[in-house]
Every structure is written in C-alpha cells, then in structure tokens.
C-alpha cells in the first residue's frame, strides 16, 4: 500500500529517515540541506523516532558523530551541502577506509568561490574518489525512492553511500510523491545487525587503526572490490524496491535510446529538460535520445557501453568544472568507458548550469543541433565546451 502526499525534496528525505528510524543522526545545518534536520528534529520531539540527534558545531563533527555511532554498531546518518560537505572530506575517507555503512543526504550547491547558494555538482563530484557510493535523483520522488534503497546497499556492502538531489530545484520545490507505508519500508530495509562493532563485548575491535606499509596497500584493493562488487547490490535492491511498489530504477535510465542517432548523458534534474528537447526533437524527425546516469559510484560502465554503442554522436554534460582543461569527470568517465569499444561515438563535453545557470529546453536544443553536424561531418571540433556563458 501506498499514498501520496505533496513534499519538497528535503521533506521527502526526512520522512524517509522518519520511516527508517536511525539510531543516531550528527547534524549541522548549510543551505540548501538544513530543512532536512529540522524536519526530522521535530520528528525525535514529537517522539515519532527513537533517534538520538546530536547537533553538532561544525560538518567535520556531523561526520565524525556519524563514524563513532556506525562503529559502534549503530544505524547513522547526516545532511549536508556544499562547503559543509566540503569540511567534512578528511572524514569522508575515514568513513570509507574503515567500511562503516553511513548515509547521507547530499543537497548539491556550488562550492565557494565566488560564494554561491545555488545548484551544480561541485560539491560531491569534488569527493568522487573517497571512496563513497553516489547515487543522484532526478525528482523528488526519485530522491526519497534512493534514500529508502540506501541503507540496504550500505550495510549489504559495508561502504557509506551519498544520496544526491539538486539544491533548491528538487530539495525546495514541491512535487507530488508516492510515499510508500511504513511497515514496509522497515520491511524492506530490515534491522541492523553488524557483524563486528565497537561495543561487542566478547570481540576486541580496533577501528581506524593505523596502516602500516605490508597491509595499507591490501586494504584499498579490498575497498575497490567492494566497490566494483557494489553494482551488484545496487541492481538487487533495485529490484526488490520494485517488487514493493512498481517503481523502476537501475544504474542509468535509458529515454528514447532506440535507433538514437545522437544522444546526451546528464546527470540530476536537467534530465527532465533534456527529456522534453528529447520528445520535441523526435516529433520533428530527429533520432534523439538521453541517457540519464543515477550511479556515479561505483561507475556504470557497462550500462553506458551498451547505450551508447552504435549512436553517432554524444555530447556528456557536466554541471561542474573539472578543471582538467579536458572537461568534466562525468566527460571523462564516460568517455574512458567508451575507449576500447569498436564503433564507438564521436564525444563531445558541455560545462553547464554552474552556480545555478539556468538551463532550458533550448539549451538542450543547441547541444543536439551541434550534435546532428557532428554527426553529418565526422569532426567533433573542440572537445571541451561550456554552454550558457554570457559573451563579454
């Protein structure tokens, strides 16, 4: 059973904790991710939950809260945005390296400077190699359908997992959602039961220890194996979130990708955008698709091979700066996965929509004209673009 409500982003997220019901939650507000901790606060004291929430002085000791709690065998979680994500990156691979399952919700905002409030992916692209699962929504309800799949895909693979939604697009703009009942999200998540932690009595733990040279090296091959491993579970709980409610979700999703000639691959709410130039171009005759990815960690490598063989031409958007001077991560992810494919596009990388640039229909639309000479011609021209700049 299920019922629908009407919720902004951040909403959503705290009643998918409410509907959890963590043990502890660390927390410290920034824009745009502080309604989540107030939403769920009022939840602990109108005793809805029996979480412990512990407000912290700073991001660094949201974390930290959230690292102590999880080994010692607890379920915990945090929010967090922008600078405040970007305080807590030493922890981040602590987090990571000592394989505790923590959840967090990620609001993206651009990182400072100049000082920005509004949307890009500055922020947790910036801490792609901490070694986290990534997973991004691209509506509100796919944002609260990826938090309740979270903490299934953590424990399961005992590496913390990042749930990203845009910052005000999603997290304060209000949509009808499907919220599925209670009793069967605990169902479906289950009860938490570590193996190993901090407070068993009958077992000596050492967590964080230090890593001297004959092990350090083996414990991060161990990490990437998890993480390669981690697809796995991510398709799996997929699944079963499928079964409880008919709701659909994989690594990437595929729109109109049948014989598409030329395609984009974005990550977030832009896929919406991206949708509608989609259907637009396919009305007047164009072989158009899009190509959406929700795992950025572990990498659908796979996934994006099987789309995007045999298209001519594919332009990757990236609403952060990789600074590379070769275009974004998501760009260079992709086009890494696509090297040794025979008959593999011609890629081209688009910058956009930082610090809140808007981005249209038509903007989407130049991207796909560029996309039809490129695959009219055979020459890509430069590589490496930004789209939606003023000209001085």
Not at 148 to 158: D, K, N, V
Not at 159 to 176: K, R
Not at 210 to 226: C, L
């Amino acid at each position: 059973m299920s019922r629908l409500d009407r919720m902004s982003g951040n909403e959503a997220v705290a009643y998918a904790m409410k509907q959890i019901n963590p043990d502890v939650m660390g927390a410290f507000p920034i824009t745009p991710s502080t309604e989540i901790p107030q939403y769920f606060a009022k939840y602990i004291a109108n005793g809805e939950v029996d979480t412990e929430f512990v407000p912290v002085e700073s991001e660094h000791s949201a974390m930290s809260t959230c690292i102590g709690a999880s080994a010692a065998g607890a379920r915990a979680i945090t929010a967090t945005s922008s600078a405040g994500l970007a305080y807590m990156w030493e922890l981040l691979y602590v987090a990571a390296s000592s394989r505790l399952p923590v959840v967090m919700a990620v609001v993206n905002r651009a990182l400072t400077g100049p000082i920005n409030i509004n949307n890009d992916h500055s922020d947790s692209m910036g801490c792609r190699d901490t070694g986290w699962i990534q997973i991004y929504a691209e509506t509100n309800q796919e944002v609260y359908d990826n938090y309740l799949q979270a903490m299934p895909i953590a424990e399961y693979c005992r590496l913390p997992v990042m749930i990203c939604q845009d910052g005000f697009i999603t997290s304060h703009a209000v949509e009808n959602i499907e919220l599925v009942e209670t009793d069967a999200v605990r169902k479906f998540v289950g009860t938490y039961e570590p193996e190993h932690y901090l407070l068993k009595q009958d077992e000596v733990l050492a967590v964080g220890p230090y890593g001297v040279s004959p092990y350090y090296m083996e414990i991060k091959k161990a990490q990437a194996e998890a993480m390669k491993a981690a697809r796995e579970r991510i398709v799996e709980v997929a699944g079963a979130f499928h079964d409880m409610t008919g709701r659909k979700y994989g690594m990437i999703e595929r729109y109109r990708m049948n014989h598409a000639e030329v395609a984009v691959v974005v990550i977030g709410s832009s896929a919406g955008t991206g949708k509608a130039a989609v259907d637009m171009l396919r009305d007047r005759g164009v072989a158009a698709g899009l190509v959406k990815v929700r795992v950025f960690r572990p990498f659908p490598k796979e996934e994006l091979i099987m789309q995007l063989r045999g298209v001519r031409a594919v332009a990757v958007m990236d609403k952060c700066e990789g600074f590379s001077g070769q275009g974004g991560p998501l760009f260079a992810e992709t086009r890494s996965a696509m090297y040794d494919v025979a008959g593999r596009p011609k890629m081209i990388n688009y910058v956009y929509g930082l610090g809140g640039r808007d981005v249209t229909v038509e903007t989407f639309e130049e991207v796909f004209s560029e996309l039809q000479k490129i695959s009219e011609t055979g020459e890509t021209g430069e590589v490496y673009r930004h789209i939606g700049v003023r000209e001085e």
